[in-house]
Nanobody
Framework: QVQLVESGGGLVQAGGSLRLSCAAS????????QGWYRQAPGKQRELVAT???????DYADSVKGRFTISRDNAKNTVYLQMNSLKPEETGVYYC???????????????WGQGTQVTVSS
């Protein structure tokens, strides 16, 4: 089994910054892609940013220039630095990882439990 544990959420004023972390543990051979998604109240979960094992990055248009995703492959950890936060970015932020484990034939997706980010106006 694989576990993803997120940290770093909280309450911040508009224009402020937060840094999220997500550490993966378990029988991990390789994490192919790690990413962050968010879900605002009453809305569907949406992509924020992803990063591949090789370092290729993709951002939602709405966060480009303000958010930075990075990863430490040795620690199986992904980070999301969020700057210039806006009230409409309030929601639960979820970590996702596509993982090849030692006991499975194919890679599969895992999700963290989510961390609340609240941006006050």
């Amino acid at each position: 089994q694989v576990q993803l544990v997120e940290s770093g959420g909280g309450l911040v004023q508009a224009g402020g910054s937060l840094r999220l972390s997500c550490a993966a543990s378990g029988s991990i051979v390789r994490i192919n892609v790690q990413g962050w998604y968010r879900q605002a109240p009453g809305k569907q979960r949406e992509l924020v940013a992803t990063i591949t094992y090789g370092g290729s990055i993709d951002y939602a248009d709405s966060v480009k220039g303000r958010f930075t995703i990075s990863r430490d492959n040795a620690k199986n950890t992904v980070y999301l630095q969020m700057n210039s936060l806006k009230p409409e970015e309030t929601g639960v932020y979820y970590c996702n990882a596509n993982v090849k484990t030692s006991w499975a034939l194919v890679s599969r997706d895992y999700w963290g439990q989510g961390t609340q980010v609240t941006v006050s106006s």
